[in-house]
């Protein structure tokens, strides 16, 4: 579920997961772990993706939700 709306903001933003990478300073290996498990995520990459106007905090907020 993460994951998919993680590409719809890709998509949104007309961005590629190596775009995301380089905002990041990560490997892709290490972005599809984080893609599996979205509370790897550190607060940092939060807030770099969020100025960049990537809403990561309401995909993590709304499977949060879901989950429960």
């Not at 709306?5 to 990041?24: G, M, S, T």
Request: net charge positive; with cysteine.
């Amino acid at each position: 579920m993460f994951e998919q709306h993680f590409k719809a903001e890709l998509k949104r933003l007309n961005l590629k997961r190596y775009d995301v990478c380089e905002l990041l300073g990560c490997t892709m290996p290490t972005l599809k772990s984080r893609l599996k498990n979205s509370d790897t995520f550190t607060v940092g990459e939060i807030i770099t993706l969020h100025n960049s106007d990537f809403d990561l905090l309401g995909i993590i907020i709304f499977n949060k939700i879901i989950k429960e």
